[in-house]
């Protein structure tokens, strides 16, 4: 998993209540298996019309937006299903940060796991990023996660919150597999204990 330290992007906004994770991949891309690839299909029912065309008025069609790392949410983003393919989707269309005043708890976790970093804020300082976001291409933001700070556009700073370990995680790009690897020592000198008693 790419390690996330600090994060320069344009922020798009995104101002949806309860954008579930139907609406963020729909289910005709749940096919497939594979992390990569979904990042056509991220929000298709909004971002296509029924011809297959780009809806120009749909923000991340939007020239300012089309390669936006960060998107500044509505209230309660990721409700619905627990399909990890929501978190793939953004991570393979290039978003690393999702900036809101709720999440729901499953897409919460999974995002994590796949190196998106979920900054929650208040609703007056979503109102503030959201004023941000609507710059266009003057829209950049700065995440700093080991400072636990966003950056706005004129210079102004946020300080968030974040779970220490989920913070690890992110900093040092480790996903489950990955926490596990980093105690390998710890696990092969169990087994080799285990292995001098082989009546255990």
């Keep these: 998993m790419e390690k996330f330290t600090v994060l320069e992007g344009v922020a798009a906004p995104l101002p949806i209540v309860n954008v579930d994770t139907d609406r963020i ?3 005709q891309y749940l096919k497939t298996i594979k992390r990569t690839g979904l990042g056509k299909g991220l929000f298709s029912e909004m971002r296509y019309r029924d011809d297959g065309s780009e809806n120009p008025d749909f923000v991340l069609n939007q020239p300012a937006y ?4 960060i998107l500044v949410a509505g209230d309660n983003f990721g409700c619905g299903s627990s399909r990890e393919h929501a978190p793939w989707a953004l991570a393979d269309f290039g978003i690393r940060c999702i900036i809101s005043t709720s999440f729901a708890d499953i897409f919460f976790n999974n995002s994590a796991k796949n190196g998106i970093l979920l900054i929650t804020v208040s609703p007056e300082d979503l109102e503030k990023l959201l004023d ?4 266009g291409a003057n829209a950049t933001l700065t995440i700093d996660l080991e400072n636990q700070i966003i950056k706005g556009p004129d210079g102004g700073t ?3 919150d974040i779970d220490p370990g989920r913070k690890h995680n992110l900093l040092n790009g480790l996903d489950d597999i990955g926490l596990t690897l980093e105690k390998a020592p710890a696990i092969d000198a169990y087994e080799q204990k285990l292995a001098e008693r082989p009546w255990a």
């Design 132 to 135: 941000d976001a609507n710059r």
């Design 158 to 160: 946020l300080h968030f």
């Design 66 to 69: 089309r390669n936006a790392k």
């Design 25 to 27: 991949i729909p289910k």
